[in-house]
């Protein structure tokens, strides 16, 4: 329970920091962002972003959210082959653009922020930027393609999510570069001094499994780095395909406790790491599962049914592949545990439909959604038969792989593969509180 609970606490940070205060809008859609980043500054973090989005043509500014200490040199929009220098206000954490008469910006069109941002004279062992930070311009809810090239000191190590194109070295200087194959939600930065870890890797089917393990710390071991290739395989085999080279983990001591969740990147705390040298891996097949659903296909924070989606629904696929390794009686006892402690939880004032989970911050939420959620699922599993529900599955990742999902998209694929009773039942469970068997009856 608790590495599932600091997961859901470092997801809460980062959609807190990412999506507040700024009102939702789909009049702006970033389809892909061009980041270049600079470390070579003591004391600061130089940025050129170009964004290319699609906007509402008859809007005469528009926001993004961007952290408050930006330093921002201009803002500018490329016209007929010209960048364009527009005027901007600030205000906390919102940049305003106003957007000229003579500019129709109705079709993708390039936007170039030029900015820098303060940090600690130096970098130390670990750089950690991500969405949360708003350290680039952002929409909420929004998913992009991404190419990112940050120049680092000699001696970093620099990650982010996707896959590594390209790494050249002029001087005492490297500068990497990433490349997302699908829109993502997150884009992080991820500084280390490689000289601090011991990095195992393996070949999973043309994927590759690799774990950066801090030296210090003695939790380097191989069997972790083939559990990740064998729990990689079986996804691939029954949901669909990583769309990246490699899904690369890497330990962390500054969140000891918590897990990071980005697409082709995870950042696990030392006391996680532990646990899965102690073969408890229960909290890995999620991080894994999450590449899929969570990280792979998005959840949409300003509609019902996020955490469904972000973690009861991964939460299920991990307990596939439990079903699948373990076997059945260690499946129905991950099932049920956690469903037992939401009904211990149930009467309370706090409890809520399964749909409606606003935030899991209470007990009787973070187990509606570990518990109740994924036993929602596993009935919905029975009604539909083994072979329709894995075809659903397949064929809704195929179809949502890199987009934002709403509730609605996803009852209406599933009326694809079962028929009306079972996403009646559905429906009624999910919108529903306590037990689901007498919520089936009611």
């Given at each position: 329970?608790?590495?599932?609970?600091?997961?859901?606490?470092?997801?809460?940070?980062?959609?807190?920091?990412?999506?507040?205060?700024?009102?939702?809008?789909?009049?702006?859609?970033?389809?892909?962002?061009?980041?270049?980043?600079?470390?070579?500054?003591?004391?600061?973090?130089?940025?050129?972003?170009?964004?290319?989005?699609?906007?509402?043509?008859?809007?005469?500014?528009?926001?993004?959210?961007?952290?408050?200490?930006?330093?921002?040199?201009?803002?500018?929009?490329?016209?007929?082959?010209?960048?364009?220098?527009?005027?901007?206000?600030?205000?906390?954490d919102t940049i305003r653009i106003s957007i000229p008469p003579e500019i129709s910006i109705g079709t993708e069109h390039p936007m170039r922020f030029v900015y820098?941002?303060?940090?600690?004279?130096?970098?130390?062992?670990?750089?950690?930027?991500?969405r949360g930070f708003r350290y680039y311009p952002l929409i909420i809810d929004d998913v992009a393609k991404v190419k990112i090239a940050a120049t680092v000191p000699?001696?970093?190590?620099?990650?982010?999510?996707g896959d590594l194109v390209d790494i050249k070295t002029k001087k005492s200087l490297v500068t990497y570069k990433y490349a997302t194959k699908i829109p993502v939600?997150?884009?992080?930065?991820?500084?280390?001094?490689?000289?601090?870890?011991?990095?195992?890797?393996?070949?999973?089917?043309?994927?590759?499994?690799?774990?950066?393990?801090?030296?210090?710390?003695?939790?380097?071991?191989?069997?972790?780095?083939?559990?990740?290739?064998?729990?990689?395989?079986?996804?691939?085999?029954?949901?669909?395909?990583?769309?990246?080279?490699?899904?690369?983990?890497?330990?962390?001591?500054?969140?000891?406790?918590?897990?990071?969740?980005?697409?082709?990147?995870?950042?696990?705390?030392?006391?996680?790491?532990?646990?899965?040298?102690?073969?408890?891996?229960?909290?890995?097949?999620?991080?894994?599962?999450?590449?899929?659903?969570?990280?792979?296909?998005?959840?949409?924070?300003?509609?019902?049914?996020?955490?469904?989606?972000?973690?009861?629904?991964?939460?299920?696929?991990?307990?596939?592949?439990?079903?699948?390794?373990?076997?059945?009686?260690?499946?129905?006892?991950?099932?049920?545990?956690?469903?037992?402690?939401?009904?211990?939880?149930?009467?309370?004032?706090?409890?809520?439909?399964?749909?409606?989970?606003?935030?899991?911050?209470?007990?009787?939420?973070?187990?509606?959604?570990?518990?109740?959620?994924?036993?929602?699922?596993?009935?919905?599993?029975?009604?539909?038969?083994?072979?329709?529900?894995?075809?659903?599955?397949?064929?809704?990742?195929?179809?949502?792989?890199?987009?934002?999902?709403?509730?609605?998209?996803?009852?209406?694929?599933?009326?694809?593969?079962?028929?009306?009773?079972?996403?009646?039942?559905?429906?009624?469970?999910?919108?529903?509180?306590?037990?689901?068997?007498?919520?089936?009856?009611?």
């Open positions: 329970m608790r590495n599932y609970y600091l997961i859901i606490l470092a997801l809460i940070f980062v959609l807190k920091m990412s999506c507040a205060p700024q009102k939702y809008t789909r009049d702006i859609d970033v389809t892909e962002y061009n980041i270049e980043v600079h470390f070579e500054n003591p004391g600061k973090v130089d940025f050129m972003v170009d964004v290319i989005s699609k906007i509402n043509p008859k809007l005469d500014h528009i926001e993004f959210l961007l952290t408050p200490g930006a330093e921002i040199d201009s803002v500018s929009v490329e016209h007929n082959g010209i960048w364009k220098k527009l005027s901007y206000s600030t205000i906390k820098s941002t303060p940090v600690r004279d130096t970098i130390g062992d670990f750089l950690y930027l991500d000699a001696g970093y190590k620099m990650f982010s999510g939600f997150k884009i992080p930065i991820v500084l280390i001094r490689p000289d601090n870890y011991s990095l195992l890797t393996k070949q999973c089917n043309g994927k590759g499994a690799e774990f950066y393990f801090l030296k210090q710390k003695n939790n380097s071991n191989l069997d972790i780095v083939e559990e990740i290739c064998k729990t990689l395989q079986y996804y691939e085999s029954n949901i669909g395909e990583f769309h990246h080279n490699n899904l690369t983990f890497i330990e962390i001591d500054q969140y000891p406790r918590s897990s990071f969740i980005g697409t082709g990147l995870v950042l696990s705390g030392t006391q996680v790491v532990a646990n899965y040298k102690k073969e408890k891996y229960q909290g890995l097949y999620l991080l894994i599962a999450a590449q899929w659903f969570g990280a792979g296909v998005f959840g949409d924070f300003q509609s019902k049914g996020f955490w469904f989606f972000t973690l009861s629904l991964p939460h299920y696929l991990r307990l596939m592949y439990t079903s699948e390794s373990y076997g059945e009686q260690e499946f129905k006892r991950e099932l049920q545990t956690p469903y037992d402690k939401y009904l211990n939880y149930s009467d309370s004032d706090h409890d809520m439909p399964t749909m409606e989970i606003d935030m899991p911050n209470k007990p009787v939420k973070i187990y509606n959604i570990k518990g109740r959620g994924p036993m929602i699922l596993n009935q919905l599993r029975i009604e539909m038969g083994d072979e329709n529900w894995h075809e659903f599955v397949q064929s809704l990742y195929k179809k949502m792989q890199g987009k934002v999902m709403i509730y609605e998209m996803f009852k209406e694929h599933l009326a694809k593969f079962a028929d009306e009773k079972i996403v009646g039942e559905f429906d009624r469970m999910v919108n529903s509180r306590g037990d689901i068997n007498q919520s089936q009856n009611e």
